[in-house]
């Protein structure tokens, strides 16, 4: 009991002409300082250990963020890698539906027709009437366009996605793509080399097959059904127009004979030219003729010029492909 009442006395003297100062401590005082004053060591111990601790976690924070965004930089460019190979795969396979039509192996499948547009045409031959169904319009096609992919696909862009699922989207995405590739890699190859070998003895056959575009220009209306712009009636269009500035020249698309040279009803001043094997390429609308019925021209000859002749809507040419007296689409013979 007496412990609980002992008390210290503490003096101060700064110096002789300066008042003594005295501090009376209790046991009881003493112990609540000591106590305090060890919490509060023990507090701020706890804060310098959280505070090192937090500077921890950020530092891998702000490498983990790097890592992250490293990654997604390297998922956004797979993505578009495989994006960009798919592509490739999709205009390589069309490439060899258009050599399988032109060398006349199996496994060609036909182009579905597209639609037209309402300017720079000219009137269908005789004969070529078809009230079939009626196509919608779209803008002309350069006639020297890049490969378009025959099943081109259409994502959301990545940048429009949350942050949170950037990841895994662009993972999946990918991971199909690349699956899809892996499966078509094989038939594919099996595909190439039977066509290797179904054009071995067909060079000829080759050289005298259209394969080139036969003027410079834009494509305004397509093979296929379409309004007719002089009666405003369906009607099939058995040919390309290719719209070109008057004069333009055409040139042979492959080797042949010209079989035919002038005024040819609604075609106008027109071409024809018998590349053996079946095929037979017209052109129609001619300005004038650089060729003489019996000629033989070899894939790039000038023949004629781009006109209006006959009728026509204005300067453009007239394109067709015949096979065994049958109109085909002259796109499917078209390499460029």
């Known amino acids: 009991?007496?412990?609980?009442?002992?008390?210290?006395?503490?003096?101060?003297?700064?110096?002789?002409?300066?008042?003594v100062r005295r501090f009376t401590l209790t046991h009881q005082r003493i112990r609540q300082v000591v106590v305090g004053s060890?919490?509060?060591?023990?507090v701020l111990c706890i804060g310098l250990i959280d505070y090192v601790r937090l500077r921890i976690d950020a530092v891998d924070v702000v490498a983990l963020r790097s890592r992250t965004v490293e990654q997604q930089e390297q998922l956004a460019g797979l993505a578009s890698e495989v994006g960009t190979l798919k592509s490739e795969f999709d205009a390589l396979r069309e490439l060899e539906r258009k050599v399988r039509v032109i060398a006349n192996l199996p496994g060609a499948v036909a182009e579905a027709r597209k639609p037209e547009v309402p300017t720079g045409r000219g009137g269908a031959p005789e004969g070529h009437a078809?009230?079939?169904?009626?196509?919608?319009?779209?803008?002309?096609i350069p006639?020297?366009?890049?490969?378009?992919?025959?099943?081109?696909?259409?994502?959301e862009p990545l940048a429009a996605t949350p942050q949170r699922d950037f990841d895994q989207i662009a993972l999946t995405r990918a991971a199909d793509r690349a699956r899809s590739l892996a499966l078509a890699v094989s038939p594919n190859r099996e595909s190439l080399a039977q066509l290797v070998e179904g054009l071995e003895g067909k060079r000829h056959q080759l050289e005298s097959t259209p394969s080139i575009w036969p003027t410079d220009g834009w494509v305004t209306s397509r093979y296929g059904n379409r309004i007719s712009p002089f009666t405003s009636r369906p009607q099939f269009h058995g040919g390309l127009d290719i719209a070109a500035a008057f004069g333009t020249q055409i040139i042979a698309p492959a080797r042949g004979r010209v079989s035919f040279v002038g005024k040819k009803g609604p075609m106008g001043r027109a071409v024809i030219i018998d590349h053996g094997f079946g095929l037979k390429t017209t052109y129609a609308h001619t300005a004038k003729t650089y060729v003489a019925r019996g000629e033989v021209v070899?894939?790039?000859?000038?023949?004629?010029?781009?006109?209006?002749?006959?009728?026509?809507?204005?300067?453009?040419?007239?394109y067709a492909v015949e096979v065994n007296g049958r109109s085909v689409n002259p796109a499917n013979y078209i390499f460029e």
């Open 1 to 19: 009991m007496k412990a609980q009442h002992q008390a210290y006395n503490l003096i101060l003297v700064s110096d002789e002409k300066s008042p």
């Open 38 to 42: 060890a919490a509060l060591v023990l």
């Open 130 to 140: 078809d009230p079939g169904t009626v196509l919608p319009e779209t803008a002309p």
């Open 143 to 155: 006639t020297h366009p890049g490969p378009a992919s025959a099943a081109e696909e259409v994502d």
């Open 298 to 318: 070899e894939r790039g000859t000038p023949i004629a010029a781009v006109g209006s002749t006959g009728r026509s809507t204005g300067p453009h040419l007239h």
